[in-house]
Nanobody, 115 residues
Framework: QVQLVESGGGLVQPGGSLRLSCAASGMFSRINVMGWYRQAPGKQRELVAR???????NFADSVKGRFTISRDNAENTVDLQMNSLKPEDTAVYYC?????????WGQGTQVTVSS
């Protein structure tokens, strides 16, 4: 089992920044992939960004150039730095981890971009 705990969501004005953090705990030796998904009201959950143990990253086209992702393999944490936030970034953001061929999810943290 893998437990994921997110922090860092909140309300921010357009153009502002937020940093999301996620810490993983449980019985595992290595987390192959960690990342973030988001789900806006009435929409499907979508990938925001992910990063492998080796540091390879993938980003949704909508966040390229604005968001960065980083992880600490020793601490089993992953962070998402979100800059130049737009109202359309408003969603519940979920941390995820791919471990032993299974996906694990955090409880989600709300990000609201509004003036």
């Amino acid at each position: 089992q893998v437990q994921l705990v997110e922090s860092g969501g909140g309300l921010v004005q357009p153009g502002g920044s937020l940093r999301l953090s996620c810490a993983a705990s449980g019985m595992f030796s290595r987390i192959n992939v960690m990342g973030w998904y988001r789900q806006a009201p009435g929409k499907q959950r979508e990938l925001v960004a992910r990063i492998t143990t080796g540091g390879t990253t993938n980003f949704a086209d909508s966040v390229k150039g604005r968001f960065t992702i980083s992880r600490d393999n020793a601490e089993n944490t992953v962070d998402l730095q979100m800059n130049s936030l737009k109202p359309e970034d408003t969603a519940v953001y979920y941390c995820y981890a791919f471990v032993y061929s299974q996906n694990y999810w955090g409880q989600g943290t709300q990000v609201t971009v509004s003036s």
